[in-house]
């Protein structure tokens, strides 16, 4: 297993388009997490899931974000109607429960 | 929110010891995590502790006080590649989800 990988590694869309983000987690893990990273601070909690269940999403979130996770596999995160506020890191990581949390890489977006 | 409160930034000498503490939100919680993370890269994973007491691990060792909600992070004989910024990361058992705070940015100087 390679770790947990992360569709684009970059993304610039004009403001007001849709993107959509990819996330492959470590195999066995049943746990993803979407987090969203701005310039001298720590992640933000998005969301997570526990195989295909979201079980939280933040009360932040506005309804523009949303997340899948068809099968317990693979993740998506989609955010519509871009603003440039959404310009940020957004890291996705994996674990089993109780265990430690394994990021990708991340998908750096730029809203123009 | 879990109110967690670290550093934002601290300096040390090559060489020398350095502690970060964060404190954290104890309702509901379970253990606690801390990660590093280089400037432009993805946090990785340093330790986690769940008892009270010292975890240690080569030149990193983790503290957790459960009842005061704090732990702390115990860097010896720092190397220039210890320059990073170090995210506390409390987990909790209702909704199981992890939240990091907002990370101590360390710089080590020759």
């Known amino acids: 297993d390679t770790g947990v990988s992360q569709d684009p590694r970059h993304k610039i869309t004009k403001r007001g388009q849709n993107v959509t983000f990819r996330c492959d987690p470590i195999?066995?893990?049943?746990?993803l997490y979407w987090y969203r990273q701005t310039l001298g601070q720590g992640p933000e909690f998005l969301t997570y899931?526990?195989?295909?269940?979201?079980?939280?999403k933040s009360r932040l979130l506005s309804d523009r974000f949303s997340a899948e996770r068809p099968k317990g596999s693979f993740s998506t995160l989609e955010i519509q109607r871009t603003e440039q506020g959404d310009s940020a890191m957004y890291l996705c990581?994996?674990?089993?429960?109780?265990?430690?949390?394994?990021f990708g890489q991340g998908t750096r977006l730029t809203v123009v | 929110g879990q109110n967690i409160d670290q550093p934002t930034e601290m300096t040390a000498t090559e060489g020398a010891i350095v502690q970060i503490n964060c404190t954290y939100q104890?309702?509901?919680?379970?253990?606690l995590f801390w990660y590093q993370q280089h400037a432009g890269e993805a946090p990785t994973f340093l330790s986690y502790?769940?008892?009270?007491g010292l975890e240690e691990k080569g030149r990193f060792s983790s503290f957790l006080s459960r009842s005061k909600g704090y732990s702390y992070l115990l860097l010896k004989e720092l190397q220039m590649k210890d320059s990073a910024s170090y995210l506390c990361a409390p987990y909790y058992n209702q909704g199981g989800k992890l939240i990091f705070g907002q990370g101590t940015e360390l710089s080590v100087k020759p």
């Open positions: 195999s066995e893990h049943n746990r």
């Open positions: 104890t309702s509901g919680f379970n253990g």
């Open positions: 899931f526990q195989n295909e269940a979201q079980l939280e």
């Open positions: 502790n769940v008892l009270d």
């Open positions: 990581a994996s674990s089993l429960a109780r265990q430690e949390a394994f």
